[in-house]
C-alpha cells in the first residue's frame, strides 16, 4: 500500500535549499547548486514512487507514471504515452523569492500521484492513460532574462538561437550552461515529439495576489476556499531601457556640467508609476537597475533598467510601452543622455482552454465547493503551453497574497486541500 505524503511534508524538505542570507527567502536560480539540489530532490521523491524520471533535450524533467503493462521502451517515442496528462510546474526561484512559487505545484503533484497510486491499488482508479509530472527549468527568466525559457523552447515560442544566445550575470550563455548540465545546445528548441504526448496540463500554483481573500470569497471569520480554478493569465513583457550618460569624478564634476544618466532613469521610474497608475488594470514595475561602473564616488556612464508591463488588454501593453518610450527620450534628453529601448520578451494574454477549464471547475468543487475561477496577473509554464495544448490551472490560497518575497505563505491545511482539489482533477483527467 502507498502511503501518502502530506505536500507539507514533501515542502518542509527543502526548507534549507538555496536559502538567500542577503535578500532573504530563496534564490534558486537555474542550473545553480539549489536548483540542481531540487532537480535531485524531485527525482528521488519521483523514483521512490516508481515513476520514470527522464530529462528532455531542453532540460525539462518528465516523472512517467506509465500504464500498467506499457512496454519497457521508454522515452518520448513510448505510443503509450501519446495524450499523457502531465501536471507540474517549476523549480528555479525569482533572487530571494518565497518557498512556494514552482515547489509548491511539483510537490502537490507528488503527494497527488500518492493519492492516485492509493486509488488505483484500492480499485477506486482505472486509469485510461499515462501521467507524467513535469518540472520546466528558467520559469521565472531570474538568471537568463527570458520567463519561462524551458517551457518556450519545448513549444516553439522563442528562437532557439536567440534562447541559446542569453547570457547571465556573469557572461555565462545559456548554450554554455546547458552543455555543461548534460544537454546539446543543436537539439534545443521546439519538440513536437514531447509536446505530442501531451493530452493535457494541468499546474498547481501558490495564489501570487488576493484573489482568494477578497470579501467577496471571504467570510466574517476570514475563511474562504483554499483552492480556485484559473481563468486567465495576465499578458506581460520586459523591456531593457539603457541609458548612455558622461562617466565623472564626482568631486570634480560641477552639478551645471553633468550628463548623469542615474537622474535620467529616477525620472523615468517616476514617469512609469504615473504613466501605468493612470491606466485602469496596469501593472508596471522597475525591479532592477544596474548603473555602470556602480561606484560610490563615481558619476555613471550607463545605466541598465528593466521594465515589466502587464495588462489584459496587449494592445493596452503596447501603448504603455510606447508612452514610456517617448518619456524616457525625452527625459534623457534633458539630462544630455541617449536612451536605447530593447524588448526581451513578451506573452499575449491567455485564455485556458474553456473544456479543460470546466473540467476542473467540476473536479475541485468536489473537495471545495465554492472554488472561484480567477485570473492571474503572473506568468506560468502552463500559459505559454496554452499555445499548444489545452492547459489548465489551480490556484492554492496564499493569506497574504504577497509573492515574489519570503513573505509569501500557505497555510499547511490549504496546502492539503490543494493536493485533495489537485488528485481529483487528475483522477477526472485519467
Ligand atoms: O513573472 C512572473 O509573472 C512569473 O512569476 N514568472
Ligand atoms: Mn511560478
Ligand atoms: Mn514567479
Avoid at 515542502?11 to 538555496?18: E, N, P, S, V, W
Avoid at 502537490?108 to 497510486?117: E, G, H, N, P
Avoid at 537597475?289 to 560610490?296: F, I, K, Y
Wanted: hydrophobic share 40%; proline share 5%.
Amino acid at each position: 500500500m502507498v502511503n501518502t505524503t502530506s505536500v507539507n511534508t514533501l515542502m518542509a524538505a527543502l526548507t534549507d535549499t538555496g536559502r538567500d542570507s542577503r535578500r532573504g527567502g530563496y534564490s534558486r536560480p537555474v542550473y545553480s547548486a539549489a536548483e540542481l539540489e531540487l532537480r535531485e530532490w524531485f527525482a528521488a521523491e519521483a523514483a521512490r514512487r516508481g515513476l520514470a524520471v527522464e530529462t528532455d533535450r531542453n532540460g525539462i524533467l518528465w516523472a512517467w507514471w506509465d500504464l500498467p503493462g506499457s512496454g519497457t521502451g521508454t522515452g518520448p517515442s513510448a505510443p503509450e504515452r501519446r495524450g499523457a496528462l502531465v501536471t507540474g510546474s517549476h523549480l528555479d526561484s525569482v533572487p530571494g523569492g518565497g518557498a512556494f512559487d514552482g515547489p509548491l505545484g511539483v510537490a502537490s503533484a507528488l503527494a497527488a500521484v500518492d493519492i492516485l497510486q492509493a486509488r488505483e491499488n484500492d480499485g477506486t482508479l482505472l486509469r485510461n492513460r499515462a501521467l507524467a509530472v513535469a518540472v520546466f527549468p528558467e520559469e521565472e527568466g531570474s538568471r537568463f532574462g527570458v520567463a519561462c525559457l524551458g517551457s518556450r523552447l519545448l513549444a516553439g515560442a522563442i528562437d532557439p538561437r536567440k534562447a541559446l544566445s542569453l547570457r547571465d550575470a556573469d557572461g555565462n550563455t545559456f548554450a554554455d550552461v546547458s552543455r555543461a548540465n548534460g544537454l546539446d545546445p543543436d537539439l534545443m528548441g521546439r519538440d513536437d515529439a514531447a509536446l505530442g504526448l501531451i493530452g493535457d496540463f494541468v499546474e498547481l500554483h501558490v495564489e501570487q495576489g488576493r484573489g482568494l481573500n477578497t470579501e467577496e470569497f471571504t467570510d466574517s471569520a476570514g475563511r474562504g476556499p483554499a483552492v480556485a480554478v484559473g481563468g486567465s493569465v495576465l499578458g506581460h513583457g520586459r523591456w531593457r531601457f539603457t541609458i548612455s550618460g558622461q562617466g565623472n569624478h564626482a568631486g570634480t564634476t560641477l552639478m551645471a556640467d553633468r550628463s548623469d544618466p542615474m537622474v535620467a532613469a529616477a525620472q523615468l521610474i517616476v514617469a512609469v508609476r504615473q504613466t501605468a497608475a493612470a491606466q485602469a488594470g496596469a501593472r508596471a514595475t522597475v525591479g532592477r537597475l544596474e548603473p555602470v561602473p556602480g561606484g560610490t564616488n563615481v558619476i555613471a556612464s550607463r545605466v541598465d533598467l528593466w521594465l515589466d508591463v502587464r495588462h489584459p488588454d496587449d494592445a493596452v501593453t503596447a501603448a504603455l510601452v510606447e508612452k514610456i518610450h517617448g518619456q524616457a527620450q525625452k527625459i534623457a534628453a534633458f539630462e544630455g543622455c541617449s536612451v536605447q529601448l530593447t524588448e526581451e520578451s513578451l506573452s499575449g494574454t491567455v485564455h485556458f482552454d474553456p473544456a479543460l477549464q470546466r473540467s476542473l471547475e467540476q473536479s475541485a468543487t468536489r473537495t471545495v465547493p465554492d472554488a472561484p475561477v480567477l485570473a492571474t496577473g503572473a506568468g506560468h509554464d502552463a500559459g505559454v503551453l496554452a499555445a499548444r495544448v489545452p492547459t489548465g490551472m489551480l490556484f492554492v490560497r496564499n493569506p497574504s497574497g504577497i509573492s515574489h518575497s519570503p513573505e509569501e505563505y500557505v497555510e499547511d491545511w490549504d496546502a492539503d486541500t490543494g493536493v485533495l482539489a489537485l488528485a481529483d482533477v487528475l483522477q477526472d483527467l485519467l
